[in-house]
């Protein structure tokens, strides 16, 4: 039985042992909130001990949506910064990642928490072509244009998916 690696058992742990593996930071951040924001501590940060990746959120005046959003947000950065090695002889393309990429996820896929595992799998795919995109969608079955539009649907998957291409000396994907 192959052994999961560190990343992938991140991604699949639930929200309570995943926010024990982390150090949690509450504090105060400009935001909504007029005054009120200058009295509570709603804003959450998490940084993963064990990757040492870390997410924040601040958006609303509630820590608790904070905390939800901090966790999503998470799982994407673990996705998008943590690489597994990655055979592309031997390696075949999950059903779920071509179907995603073939009909795009939509707003409510990308809340599922499966999505950063999937987004995890393309990156670690990328990353074995070289960033290409054309390589990638060729591996995968679809079309590049199709790989394209997935990619620059989530904006954090997007920018990062470019700062990698950048790094490399490769243009950067243009959003649809």
């Known amino acids: ?68 959003q901090a966790i999503r947000r ?27 990429v073939r009909g795009g996820s939509g707003p409510a896929i990308r809340r599922e928490p499966r999505y950063a595992a999937t987004i995890a799998v393309l990156f670690d795919l990328l990353e074995t072509h070289g960033w290409s995109l054309a390589d990638a969608a060729a591996h995968l079955g679809v079309s590049t244009a199709a790989l394209g539009r997935f990619v620059s649907e989530e904006e954090f998957v997007f920018r990062a998916a470019n700062t990698r291409r950048r790094a490399l000396g490769l243009a950067p994907l243009r959003t649809r």
């Open 1 to 68: 039985m192959p052994q999961t690696s560190l990343r992938d058992r991140v991604l699949a742990m639930d929200d309570a042992p995943l926010i024990a593996a982390c150090a949690v930071d509450t504090f105060r951040s400009s935001g909504p909130g007029g005054q009120k924001r200058n009295k509570t501590s709603s804003a959450v940060r998490l940084r993963h001990l064990a990757t040492g990746v870390s997410a924040e959120a601040d958006e609303s005046r509630s820590q608790h949506e904070n905390r939800t």
């Open 74 to 100: 998470l799982r994407l950065a673990v996705a998008v910064e943590v690489r597994e090695p990655l055979d592309a002889d031997a390696w075949e393309a999950p059903p779920a990642l071509v179907l995603l």
